[in-house]
Antibody, heavy 122, light 107 residues
């Protein structure tokens, strides 16, 4: 059974750095083809893809946020960490992590965490 | 970035209706297209992957078609539990963009 859970601060001040941790179970991030991604959703708005890290440490970022994002993994702890610098009120959103499965040349998020709401406010 | 445009943005339908949602990509994405369902306050749930493959456990009333730039999600007979927001997502290239969502409401 695959599960993922996000953890981190619920409130950050503008200009601060956000650090979110995704702790997962039921799969290994050393398995060929597996990835973990981060997606966010501002209140009442659509999903936005942020970043993805693969089993081989390949990292992909949203170009519009790339300068602010860092994604890392700790396979011994079954964790993936996302850091986002220079937080702004527009970054207020629910942040999700998700397991990325793969079929041939395509992929999909088949398991999601419950999400964590991060509010940026002074 | 590949832009994903869904239509309509919202629709009203009755239980038992056939519902079709479309998703258009700004360039060809082959069949690298997924569909998700999101209910209020919950994480998205994968319905369809690779354009037409039904995720395990998802009712067969959900189906997906398409390739290249044009895709559709069809609910053959809308059930009360299907009222939600539906998103498409392309995984052909980074960033793996989502559509803006289609809200399916009760008529």
């Amino acid at each position: 059974q695959i599960t993922l859970k996000e953890s981190g601060p619920t409130l950050v001040k503008p200009a601060q750095t956000l650090t979110l941790t995704c702790t997962f179970s039921g799969f290994s991030l050393t398995t060929n083809g597996v990835g973990v991604g981060w997606i966010r959703q501002p209140p009442g708005k659509a999903l936005e893809w942020l970043a993805l890290i693969y089993w081989d440490d390949d990292k992909r970022y949203s170009p519009s946020l790339k300068s602010r994002l860092t994604i890392t993994k700790d396979t011994s702890k079954n964790q993936v960490v996302l850091t986002m610098t220079s937080m702004d009120p527009v970054d207020t959103a629910t942040y999700y992590c998700a397991h990325s499965g793969r079929l041939s040349l395509t992929s999909y998020f088949d398991y999601w965490g419950q999400g964590t709401l991060v509010t940026v406010s002074s | 970035d590949i832009q994903m445009t869904q239509s309509p943005s919202s629709l009203s339908a009755s239980v038992g209706d056939r519902v079709t949602i479309t998703c258009r990509a700004s360039q060809s994405i082959s069949r690298s297209l997924n569909w998700y369902q999101q209910k209020s306050g919950k994480a998205p749930k994968l319905l369809i992957y690779a354009a037409s493959s039904l995720q395990s456990g998802v009712p067969s009333r959900f189906s997906g078609t398409g390739s290249g730039t044009d895709f559709t999600l069809t609910i053959s007979s809308l059930q009360p539990e299907d009222f939600a927001i539906y998103y498409c997502q392309q995984t052909y290239s980074t960033p793996q963009t989502f559509g803006q969502g289609t809200k399916v409401e009760i008529k």
